[in-house]
């Protein structure tokens, strides 16, 4: 994704996107980082936490898994700074 794609839709930070080939089989993945839940929800609306996949590929996907975390990052810096001041 481009900077300014991202600059168009307000919260999201980053969007990435990747494939596995394995045999036969081709897995796709992709993964957006967003400033907050109400940013996602503003795009997304209520089902923001179900699959979503683009009108006419639905007879190419077999199956699909949606998985949402939370950003650690700034906790994990904090440990780390503590760590390194003792």
């Known amino acids: 994704m481009t900077a300014g794609m991202g600059a168009s839709i307000k919260g999201l930070h980053s ?4 494939r596995a080939m394995q045999e036969d089989q081709m897995s796709l993945i992709a993964i ?3 400033e907050t839940l109400d940013d996602l929800r503003a ?3 209520e089902t923001w936490a179900s699959r979503s ?3 006419g590929a639905e007879e190419y996907i077999l199956e699909t898994v949606v998985e949402h ?4 990052l ?7 700074e503590q ?4």
């Not at 969007?15 to 990747?18: E, L, R």
């Not at 975390?69 to 650690?72: A, G, M």
């Not at 760590?83 to 003792?86: I, K, L, T, V």
């Open 43 to 45: 795009v997304y609306g």
């Open 15 to 18: 969007a990435s996107f990747g």
């Open 32 to 34: 957006t980082e967003w």
């Open 74 to 80: 700034e906790e994990l810096s904090e440990m780390v």
């Open 53 to 55: 996949i683009l009108p």
């Open 69 to 72: 975390f939370e950003s650690t």
């Open 83 to 86: 760590r390194r001041a003792r």
